[in-house]
């Protein structure tokens, strides 16, 4: 069965360096999302992207945040310049857009700010 | 304002004991309702969904989920659980179709721990 695949499954950086999280959607789908889960919170809506642009974001996702396709496979979510209070799990999600299916979420990256 | 609240965060049930796990949604529009099970450092795995029909649904692991729209519940059952069941439970909503800015909101999660 087809599904998401996230790396790394773990990441370490130190403040203010900038991190690249890597998704591998499921092939044939369109429509992309990161959510983050800080620990012991509940998973919190980052961003959706379709054809090449953000859909919708939230106020989470600020000026330190970026998405990009740069492929026909990857999905990334980069944050600049990175704050203690991004440690968090990140999700990543895709969906056909089909009209009953569901969006399926990867593994997640776990990212430890220090 | 779209939202979904799980009352209840943590649970304690005996092995072999029959569960429910409460959820009530707000939504504006034909919700897309979902429960997710999520392990210790672990992702999200789908349990259920439910969009339209019986409204007893059926998931993986012996889970169903009745759906409720007078009560705006959805809420998730298990009539004996198991160690393995020990885990994060997320009870989660979005809109139909499935796409473009459609994101899925999440209640905060009930925790389970299962007494031997």
């Known amino acids: 069965e087809p599904e998401v695949t996230q790396t790394p499954s773990h990441q370490v950086t130190q403040m203010g360096q900038e991190v690249i999280l890597r998704c591998v959607p499921i092939s044939n789908h369109l429509y992309f999302y990161w959510y983050r889960q800080i620990l012991g919170q509940k998973v919190e809506f980052l961003v959706s992207f379709y054809n090449n642009e953000i859909s919708e974001k939230s106020e989470i996702f600020d000026d330190q945040f970026s998405v990009e396709r740069p492929d026909g496979s990857n999905f990334t979510l980069k944050i600049r310049s990175t704050k203690l209070e991004d440690s968090a799990m990140y999700f990543c999600a895709s969906t056909s857009g089909n009209y009953t299916d569901t969006q399926y979420f990867g593994p997640g990256t776990r990212l430890t700010v220090l | 304002a779209q939202s979904v609240t799980q009352p209840d965060i943590h649970i304690t049930v005996s092995e072999g004991a029959s569960l429910e796990l409460r959820c009530n949604y707000s939504?504006?529009?034909?919700?897309?309702l979902f429960w997710y099970v999520q392990s210790p450092g672990q992702g999200l795995q789908l349990l259920l969904k439910y969009f339209s029909g019986d409204t007893l649904v059926q998931g993986i692991k012996g889970f169903e989920a009745e759906f409720k729209r007078s009560q705006s519940s959805f809420n998730l059952r298990k009539p004996s659980v198991h160690w393995s069941d020990a885990a994060e439970y997320f009870c989660?909503?979005?809109?139909?179709?499935?796409?473009?800015?459609?994101?899925?909101?999440f209640g905060k999660g009930t925790r389970l721990h299962i007494l031997p």
């Open positions: 989660a909503v979005g809109a139909l179709p499935m796409n473009r800015d459609d994101k899925i909101i």
């Open positions: 939504y504006g529009a034909t919700p897309y």
